[in-house]
Nanobody, 123 residues
Framework: QVQLVESGGGLVQAGGSLRLSCAAS????????MAWFRQAPGKDREIVSA???????YYADSVKDRFTISRDYANNILYLQMNSLKPEDTAVYYC?????????????????WGQGTQVTVSS
């Protein structure tokens, strides 16, 4: 019943843009910290961006100034606008949520996860 479903991934050329969406259902996630993680082949899952209920945001250095996280609180949707994409951004992107008033950065603390959506950036 409670689930997160990502969409919007695909194949894009370097320098291009994609917008990922995460539709949450089953309950309201308005009070949660929500985040995007990614995992490249052979790599550990890493945080990309997070947003708290206050609107405070976090971005990994590797995506700062290129990605923008946002939320539609009324409809329980999390977005990640990805601009100026690089081949290094290629990964499976996951959305996640945890009941927290503030920003959380450790993947171990997140309770709900989507199934992931593949982003592939060609050079």
């Amino acid at each position: 019943q409670v689930q997160l479903v990502e969409s919007g991934g695909g194949l894009v050329q370097a320098g291009g843009s994609l917008r990922l969406s995460c539709a949450a259902s089953g309950r309201s996630f308005s009070g949660d910290c929500m985040a995007w993680f990614r995992q490249a082949p052979g790599k550990d899952r890493e945080i990309v961006s997070a947003v708290a209920r206050t609107g405070n945001t976090y971005y990994a250095d590797s995506v700062k100034d290129r990605f923008t996280i946002s939320r539609d609180y009324a409809n329980n949707i999390l977005y990640l606008q990805m601009n100026s994409l690089k081949p290094e951004d290629t990964a499976v992107y996951y959305c996640a949520a945890v009941r927290s008033f503030g920003l959380q950065f450790k993947k171990e603390l997140y309770d709900y996860w989507g199934q992931g959506t593949q982003v592939t950036v060609s050079s």
